[in-house]
């Protein structure tokens, strides 16, 4: 007799879908293939483009992006937020693959809200910026795509890092990132200055992403502004980046109206040469 007719026990159903994930290296992969390989020569190959950007003055960090979150030719989203805050006094900009910018983050949030239980105090910006850049370089090469500045102040004062997903991080005053970085960085060289307003740093902020995304195809929808400060961030405002635009052109100086007033005569033919005319007229007389 059978043991399934004495115990009445019946064999699992493996090939029956089931909520729980396999356990590591159970997952169904052909032999002889590499998951980076096959990602690399089968993924989809699709074009990332933004704008963000951020640079540190003497009233703290301003950050700035656009809204457009762009899949090839393909725009996801027109409104979507591309700065971050990370807790009351830090927040960074991304760029890269969306998901992976949104997932790195919340686990960054995480790192630091236990290393604030267990220390008493939250880390400097430097440290934040390198417990990220730590945790990302282990998947180096696995089609990771996050590209980030993070700006925050600590008791040091203002302070702005860059990190990339494979490992590199980098301190300055003034950053930009995406696609529509070239054209941003050409506005920020020529207006920034570390004593700046804060109305200058506001002014100077805009019109880098409103110029970048009128230049940029992977870049537009709104202008998002945040400003670090000693007691926190502050978000500044969104305005559209199109009619930002339109109001940093100059306006058409008025052309001269006594050049239309009294427009010169035309010269007649018979000014040019009066000797044919003379020959016509004596052809003509009898």
């Known amino acids: ?41 089968h993924g989809p190959q699709l ?5 963000t950007l951020a640079f540190r003055f003497q009233y703290g960090v301003i950050a700035a992006a656009d809204t457009r979150s762009s899949c090839g030719s393909y725009v996801a989203c027109p409104a979507s937020r591309k700065v971050i805050p990370v807790h009351q ?16 983050y919340r686990v960054l949030q995480r790192e630091l809200r236990l290393r604030a239980l267990r220390e008493g105090q939250l880390p400097s910006v430097a440290g934040a910026a390198k417990l990220l850049s730590v945790m990302m370089s282990r998947y180096r090469g696995l089609d990771l795509c996050v590209a980030t500045a993070l700006c925050g102040w600590d008791r040091s004062g203002p302070a702005l890092f860059y990190v990339y997903s494979d490992g590199t991080r980098l301190q300055g005053d003034i950053f930009s990132v995406g696609s529509g970085s070239p054209y941003a960085y050409g506005v920020l060289d020529r207006g920034y200055r570390y004593d700046m307003e804060v109305q200058e740093a506001y002014a100077l902020a805009r019109c880098a992403v409103a110029h970048a995304t009128h230049r940029d195809a992977y870049s537009g929808g709104s202008v998002d502004l945040f400003h670090v400060r000693e007691s926190g961030w502050e978000y500044v405002s969104r305005g559209d980046a199109c009619v930002l635009y339109m109001q940093l052109l100059p306006e058409p100086e008025p052309e001269e109206e006594t050049s239309q007033a009294h427009p010169e005569p035309a010269m007649p033919c018979r000014e040019m040469g009066t000797g044919g005319l003379s020959a016509e007229s004596e052809e003509a007389t009898p």
């Open 1 to 41: 007799m059978a043991l399934e007719q004495v115990c009445k026990w019946q064999a699992p159903d493996t090939q029956a879908p089931t909520p729980h994930l396999p356990r590591a290296g159970g997952w169904a992969i052909p032999r002889g293939c590499d998951p980076q390989t096959f990602l690399q020569l």
């Open 47 to 51: 074009a990332h483009g933004t704008t």
């Open 89 to 104: 006094h830090l927040l960074g900009t991304t760029s890269g693959t969306s998901a992976d910018c949104a997932t790195w």
